[in-house]
């Protein structure tokens, strides 16, 4: 079974438009995260909730709105997308303070 | 604020060779860390992670590292690789176990010569 899982996993679309991305974790854990993954593969925190609540908030443009509706779900919801937002984005969670972090396979998102 | 300097972008390795990928960190307090992994494609896997004690670390696919705070280095080893290990390597650092969020660096991109 995946552990952590996101959907989809190639998206591809025009800009202006409003797109969302859908993880999921299986593992129990309390930490969920989202990360960004720039052409030169530099990963950056861009969010975290811990218990359905907003704990990171790097700063991310405000058109990127991440929602939380368990603790088993985190999904990132960006509106009217620019070129700069292609990237992979990548889905982790944790569980207590010294677990590490378990990341999805990643959205690589294109905008066109 | 934390940082984490992986120096080498790329390194080629010949297949049975012996690997060191260097990190360097800067961190305020005791620092925990993490060398992942990520195929083409794929995700991040965790090879292995130092939070206290032993500061030789084992972990998965028989790649090991070492904490040096002197240095402040967390070098990745492996004695002998394998054409399977050609990926990007990721060193990262953060308070307690990641969950307030790792610091990744750049990178080092590994390529195995047959």
């Known amino acids: 079974d995946t552990a952590v899982s996101q959907t989809p996993k190639y998206l591809v679309t025009q800009m202006g438009n409003d797109k969302s991305i859908k993880c999921e974790q299986n593992?129990?854990?309390?930490?969920m995260y989202w990360y960004k993954q720039d052409s030169k593969k530099f990963l950056k925190i861009m969010f975290s909730y811990n218990n359905k609540e907003l704990i990171i908030n790097e700063t991310v443009p405000n058109r990127f709105s991440p929602k939380s509706p368990d603790k088993a779900h985190l999904n990132l919801h960006i509106n009217s997308l620019e070129l700069g937002d292609s990237a992979v984005y990548f889905c982790a969670s944790s569980g207590d303070g010294n677990s590490p972090l378990h990341f999805g396979n990643g959205t690589r998102l294109t905008v066109t | 604020a934390q940082s984490v300097t992986q120096p080498d972008i790329h390194i080629t390795v010949s297949e049975g060779a012996s690997l060191e990928l260097r990190c360097n960190y800067s961190?305020?307090?005791?620092?925990?860390l993490f060398w992942y992994v990520q195929s083409p494609g794929q995700g991040l896997q965790l090879l292995l992670k130092?939070?206290?004690?032993?500061?030789l670390v084992q972990g998965i696919k028989g790649f090991e590292a070492e904490f040096k705070r002197s240095q402040s280095s967390f070098n990745l080893r492996k004695p002998s690789v394998h054409w399977s290990d050609a990926a990007e390597y990721f060193c990262a650092v953060g308070a307690r176990g990641g969950a307030d969020g790792l610091t990744f660096g750049k990178g080092t991109h590994l390529i195995i010569q047959p």
């Open positions: 593992l129990g854990h309390d930490t």
């Open positions: 961190y305020g307090a005791t620092p925990y």
């Open positions: 130092y939070f206290s004690g032993d500061t």
